[in-house]
């Protein structure tokens, strides 16, 4: 997969506020370019075509914001760690900023299959967008944590599957009790073998909805013990300060 | 002076690529509103993706941001599920840039250039709470304000659009700042005599402002109602592009969008004389800009933009001086980039040598299309698109010689004097190309597309009665059956109903204005969408208006009559154009003013401007005429033998990406 490239780095980065609108490829398409805009000397894959060596994790559904995005990048040749996240934030849109940047091993595996949970922040609705009742969604977490499967409906490409989602759930927390604000429910869940997302949990738990929400981390799972993707097969850990 | 993004960002996540309404565009500017500044909100109606490239559109949101008295903001139309939730929530149209409604702007100013988006431009006014129609409108409502090719006919829009701006709009929107700004500061706000004020701006055309007298169905008459009031509406023209380096910053997308590249126009302006074509007509003289400043702008707008792509933008890009040069000069340039592909847009054939086509393929194979427009070579004189046969092969030869499989022939049907035999040759010329190619790869293939032609005002095809519906089908099914059985062509073509609906705006008058209303009112919207166009909801406005459809369509017009746009001036005289009609008619070619003598079409001499071209001879061999034997344009080369080079004689063809 990275061939001869020879200065893999891996990079946390941010999307907040309004680009949470924005899909998965093109998100892509904004990273890429705001490499070369910066005129880092990005590692092109051979061939006709050739293409930059960028592999992005776990895809984020449109609508959601997060905190724990990460990508993987290889460079040509060495490039300064310390000015990277800042290099890379000015030329990204509002709400894209890279958070972090470490040295990754050669042998990394990838994001996609090396992460295996995610942590989400989703301020629950009900079925007309309205916050959630208190009461309803406590009975409906405990209810869940208590029962031994959860059905769940998936679409993928059109086609709607039943799953059970329990095995998933590490842990359910209302975070927010304020009558005011929305609930916001802490949600702790498994990717493998296959996820599920906010939105397809939420029905299976009540009469709720998600159409928003925060991915507040992505954890590496090994030998029974969370890191997070930069401090597992990395080095040389840079950390930028998030505007929030 | 509300921010509605608040409002706005609940309904996003009920909607398809909701990213189209977030701005947020590296280059995307924030602009301070004031009470002194006049607000201008720049629309183009049709969606986000065909919008936003819209070139002309960036220019003046720069040039009006410049300004210390003006600010501009840009919106598109919001599609059907946005619309529906926008209405439904009682929220109406936005500037994407601050999600500003569009009732607080002063101007909404729309990019007309396509016929079919008129139904559109109301549904945008109507969506921005302004009454559709320029006499129900109070002094606290925006000026609606509409520029583009398709003002050069206003007419079908004189009652909806308040004013237009005929020509090229960099210096005009300045002046008509001034007069809204003075508008602004007045206590009384007559709408009137600030209307009556930019109907006297050179270049702006205030429909209400005129009173148009009819003679049974003709037009008698179009009078001024004031005395300052031209009678003829002169076109704007910017005497020297390089002091227009705009877009400076062109913007780029988050979503990807129609012609997403850096483009950069090199020259504007045509005058190989196509005679089918308004754009050629009306954007007279070409003034190139300088090879320097074309390198400066691809350098800074690459840096700025981080596209991999850059296009060199024009009406026929292989005429701009040392277009070679400055290729090879861009592909070999790379340092650092990775890699930036070229593509240009309307490039002639006989310019599509081996030298460019291996320039271009170092990078990466931009798409290819050539544009000999018709099938024969007696019906390339008649449109006066002078493309030799042989020049058309020896280019789809370098072609396929450097390594491309596939390329896009664009051709009209329904021309004037076309007999089926001239329609015929298109699949002719479709299968030599597949067979020069099959020397190559066996995966050869060609797309022929084919559109109805539609006469336009301003054009020496202005007089012409389009071919109807039924004609233009029947042209599109014989090639149809020709080609059924041929591997390798693949045929596309434009709908001949849209053609139709097309041809009624392109020479309507103003009383096919009640006709778009209609049409909108019935819900057509999105008109260019094939999949929300349907002709029986015009043909049922038509009857429902008392408007004879055929009148305006399908009918010759004759040397004498007064046609609907004839107080709009393009600078081309009306005699000269009638002379080139009867040219056309007696298949006569005319060569390029621009390397011949001039043959007074009027624009030069009335506006005192000039050809800026850095060569005065033409290309080597000749082009479009000059320099060319006319008598063999239809000769076809025996053989064709690898590695031919093709760096003589001429025609014209468009490369795109």
């Known amino acids: 997969m990275r061939g001869g490239a020879r200065f893999p780095v891996r990079l946390r980065y941010t999307k907040r506020g309004k680009v949470r609108f924005l899909g998965h490829r093109d998100l892509a398409r904004n990273l890429e370019r705001a490499f070369r805009v910066t005129r880092l000397p990005l590692a092109f894959s051979e061939g006709f075509s050739p293409h930059p060596k960028i592999s992005f994790g776990l895809a984020l559904t449109t609508g959601f914001e997060s905190d724990a995005e990460y990508l993987d990048v290889d460079f040509r040749e060495a490039v300064d760690l310390e000015a990277l996240p800042a290099a890379l934030s000015t030329e990204l849109p509002e709400g894209i900023t890279v958070a972090d940047a470490a040295w990754l091993d050669d042998r990394a595996p990838a994001l996609q299959e090396a992460v295996t949970a995610v942590v989400w922040e989703v301020p629950v609705t009900d079925q007309h967008g309205e916050p959630a009742g208190a009461a309803a969604l406590r009975a409906a977490v405990s209810a869940a944590l208590a029962a031994e499967t959860l059905e769940c409906t998936q679409v993928r490409k059109g086609r709607s599957t039943i799953v059970d989602i329990r095995p998933l759930i590490r842990r359910l927390a209302i975070v927010n009790q304020t009558d005011r604000d929305p609930r916001v429910l802490l949600m702790d869940l498994a990717t493998v073998p296959k996820g599920a997302k906010p939105g397809e949990v939420m029905p299976a738990l009540g009469p709720f909805t998600a159409d928003r929400g925060v991915r507040t981390h992505q954890f590496i799972e090994r030998d029974g013990v969370r890191y997070e993707p930069l401090d597992v097969d990395t080095r040389a850990r840079v950390a930028h300060a998030v505007a929030s | ?657």
């Open chain 2, 1 to 657: 002076m509300s921010n509605l993004w608040p409002r706005i960002e609940p309904l996003l996540a009920k909607v398809e690529k909701p990213a189209r309404y977030i701005g947020m565009e590296r280059g995307a500017l924030a602009p301070e509103h004031a009470p002194g500044k006049v607000a201008w909100l720049l629309l183009y109606p049709d969606t986000y993706e065909i919008g936003l490239p819209n070139q002309g559109l960036q220019i003046l949101y720069e040039i009006l941001n410049e300004r210390d008295d003006a600010v501009a903001e840009r919106s598109y139309a919001p599609w059907l599920d946005l619309e529906a939730q926008l209405r439904a929530a009682g929220l109406p149209l936005f500037s994407v840039d601050s999600h500003r409604a569009a009732g607080d702007f002063d101007v909404l100013a729309f990019n007309l250039s396509a016929e079919l988006v008129a139904t559109n431009l109301l549904n945008l006014v109507d969506l921005a709470g302004v009454p559709v129609r320029n006499e129900d409108r109070a002094p606290h409502h925006p000026i609606v304000l509409a520029g583009g090719h398709c003002s050069f006919n206003p007419e079908p829009l004189a009652e909806y659009v308040d004013a237009f701006v005929i020509g090229e709009g960099e210096e005009v929107v300045g002046e008509i700042t001034d007069v809204l700004a003075e508008w602004k500061r007045s206590a009384r706000r007559d709408r009137d005599r600030m209307l009556h004020d930019l109907a006297t701006i050179p270049g702006v055309y205030v429909p209400s402002m005129y009173e148009v007298v009819y003679d049974g169905p003709r037009i008698a008459a179009v009078l001024p109602r004031h005395a300052d009031v031209p009678a003829l509406v002169d076109k704007r023209t910017i005497a020297d592009l390089d002091a227009w380096p705009y877009p400076k910053h062109q913007l780029v997308p988050l979503i990807e969008v129609v012609h997403d590249r850096l483009n950069v126009e090199v020259f504007r302006g045509c005058t190989r004389g196509c005679r089918f074509c308004q754009a050629g007509m009306i954007t007279r003289p070409v003034r190139e800009r300088s090879a320097d400043s074309v390198r400066t702008m691809v350098r800074d707008g690459l840096r700025r933009t981080g596209y991999d792509e850059v296009a060199l933008t024009s009406l026929s890009t292989a005429d701009f001086s040392g277009i070679e040069r400055v290729v090879a000069d861009l592909v070999n340039d790379q340092e650092g980039t990775g890699g930036v592909s070229v593509s240009l847009p309307s490039l002639r054939v006989d310019a599509f040598t081996v030298g460019i086509a291996s320039e271009i393929q170092k990078v990466r194979r931009t798409g290819l299309t050539f544009a000999p427009e018709a099938g024969s070579w007696r019906l390339r004189q008649v449109i006066n698109k002078l493309v030799l046969e042989e020049d058309l092969y020896a280019a789809v030869d370098a072609a396929y010689s450097q390594g491309w499989r596939r390329m896009k022939l664009y051709f009209l049907t329904g021309l004037p004097t076309e007999i089926d035999d001239d329609t015929r040759g298109i699949s002719a010329l479709a299968r030599a190309c597949v067979d020069i190619g099959r020397q190559y790869t066996k995966q050869a293939s060609v797309t022929v597309s084919v559109g109805g032609f539609v006469p336009k005002a301003h054009t020496p095809f202005q007089w012409f009665g389009q071919n109807g519906v039924a004609e233009l089908r029947r042209k599109v099914g014989m090639l149809r059956d020709d080609l059924r059985a041929t591997r390798g062509v693949q045929l596309k073509w434009h709908d001949p109903e849209a053609s139709f609906a097309e041809g009624l705006l392109s020479r309507g008058d103003r009383r096919v204005g009640r006709v778009v209303e209609r049409v909108w009112r019935a819900g057509g919207t999105f008109q260019e969408w094939s999949e929300h166009f349907a002709l029986d909801r015009w043909l049922e406005a038509c009857a429902a208006e008392g408007v004879d459809p055929d009148w305006y369509v399908t009918r010759h017009r004759d040397e004498h009559e007064i046609l609907p746009w004839d107080h709009i001036a393009a600078g081309l005289h009306k005699d000269f154009l009638w002379l080139d009609w009867t040219a056309a008619l007696a298949e006569h070619g005319l060569p390029d003013c621009r390397w011949t003598p001039c043959y007074d079409c009027g624009v030069c001499t009335d506006y005192a401007l000039e050809h800026v071209v850095a060569s005065p001879v033409a290309p080597a061999g000749g082009s479009q005429g000059t320099g060319q034997d006319l008598a063999r344009g239809d000769s076809v080369p025996i053989k064709f033998t690898t590695g031919r080079s093709s760096k003589h004689l001429a025609s014209s063809a468009r490369i795109t990406a």
